[in-house]
């Protein structure tokens, strides 16, 4: 199939860079030139709506640092001191954090998995010119923003592009997004015309106020319309009522019906529906499976949590701060950009690239099925979409 980030995709991976498993070397004249400790602030949902993100995040933090300096913590002579902080979800805290991080002299910032929070604090990383790294944050507008910021997760359009591959061609097919009437539904609307439009599909939308509390017409209207594709982006406590409506009005049989895997916590509220649903996902314990993965998995096992979902996101961050420390030294922003611009390496999910126009992070995403195993239900791995066909459109061209 063909899609609008092949483009890109010859860009996007830059030739020579050395994969890497392990600490970076720092290349220095003399000690001087490498302080002893450098301070990386790390926030992050600690607690809030978004907790349990934060844990997975956090998890995965200490696991990436763990694997990228061999377990020493540090790059060379100079040891990374992470400090946590609690953004509770809420944007004008973690801007009060960050404020005050850099104030005490932080010279590189990471994480959050709220988008709001992540907008503002690449604002505060342009304005003082600090690295920041964003975390699971999904909103398309991180990549690309300034100079300044990268992710280390991946981004809503990434999704997208994963489920226009549950279709052989695009072109003529009908394309329908069943979401809600908020800024979120909006969002994925806006995220299917871009892209899977790009690539021929007539894109229509049914959009349900949020204060639904019967489902069954708007999951008549999915029959009706007649779709080659149903993208569903939901969230909230209402997700099961809306999955029963959709299987009880034949809407499975009208059309493949695909959205995001989220973490195992939500597995049995598609109830029914679950066994027929497609699932794009952007991690599972289990999909990577490689040797990094591996480490990563029996890392947070050994630490008493669980992979999941976001897992990768924060070990990715540890992996992305070890380099840029390691070409930087932590106080040279100019020199930690450029480390990470274009750097591909090996992370969880298979090899990964920081593309250099835009910091948007190219990676694999997966297609998946739940299966029920007694009481639960298991993820499996139908298949890994490759990164070029999961790539963002470069920011600006």
């Not at 929070?117 to 507008?141: H, M, R």
Request: hydrophobic share 40%; with cysteine; glycine share 12%.
């Amino acid at each position: 199939m063909k899609n609008p980030a092949r483009i890109t995709a010859a860009g996007m991976l830059v030739a020579g860079l050395a994969l890497t498993a392990c600490a970076p070397t720092v290349e220095s004249g003399s000690a001087a030139e490498s302080p002893d400790s450098v301070d990386v602030g790390i926030v992050y949902s600690k607690t809030g709506p978004l907790a349990a993100y934060g844990e997975e995040y956090f998890a995965g933090l200490q696991a990436g640092i763990d694997y990228a300096t061999d377990g020493t913590g540090a790059v060379g002579e100079t040891q990374i001191n992470l400090t946590y902080h609690d953004d509770g979800g809420d944007p004008d805290k973690g801007v009060s954090i960050a404020k005050q991080l850099i104030g005490e002299g932080y010279q590189i910032l990471a994480g959050t998995t709220v988008s709001g929070i992540a907008l503002k604090l690449a604002e505060q990383a342009e304005q003082n010119k600090v690295l920041y790294i964003s975390g699971p944050a999904a909103t398309d507008a991180v990549t690309g923003i300034n100079d300044y910021t990268f992710r280390s997760g991946r981004q809503s359009v990434q999704d997208v592009a994963t489920a226009g591959q549950f279709v052989d061609d695009l072109d003529g097919s009908k394309v329908t997004v069943f979401a809600q009437d908020n800024a979120f539904g909006q969002g994925n609307v806006a995220a299917v015309e871009a892209v899977l439009g790009a690539e021929g599909a007539e894109v229509s939308e049914i959009l349900v106020p949020e204060d639904v509390t019967e489902f069954t017409p708007f999951a008549r209207q999915v029959v009706d319309a007649d779709p080659d594709l149903v993208f569903v982006a939901w969230a909230g406590a209402n997700a099961g009522s809306m999955w029963q409506a959709l299987n009880q009005q034949g809407a499975f049989d009208a059309a493949p019906i695909v959205t995001g895997l989220a973490n195992e916590s939500t597995f049995g509220a598609y109830g029914a529906a679950g066994e027929k649903i497609s699932f794009l996902s952007h991690y599972f314990p289990g999909a990577g499976q490689n040797d990094v993965e591996n480490f990563m998995m029996d890392h947070v096992e050994e630490q008493g949590a669980s992979p999941d979902l976001f897992t990768p996101d924060g070990f990715v961050a540890g992996q992305m701060i070890v380099q840029a420390v390691g070409e930087g030294g932590g106080t040279d922003v100019d020199a930690m950009i450029d480390a990470l611009e274009g750097w591909e390496f090996e992370g969880p999910k298979g090899t990964t690239a920081v593309r250099a126009e835009d910091h948007a992070l190219i990676q694999d995403m997966y297609q998946a099925k739940l299966v029920q195993d007694g009481d639960e239900w298991k993820p499996e791995l139908v298949k890994t979409v490759d990164a070029a066909d999961a790539a963002p459109p470069v920011q600006g061209q």
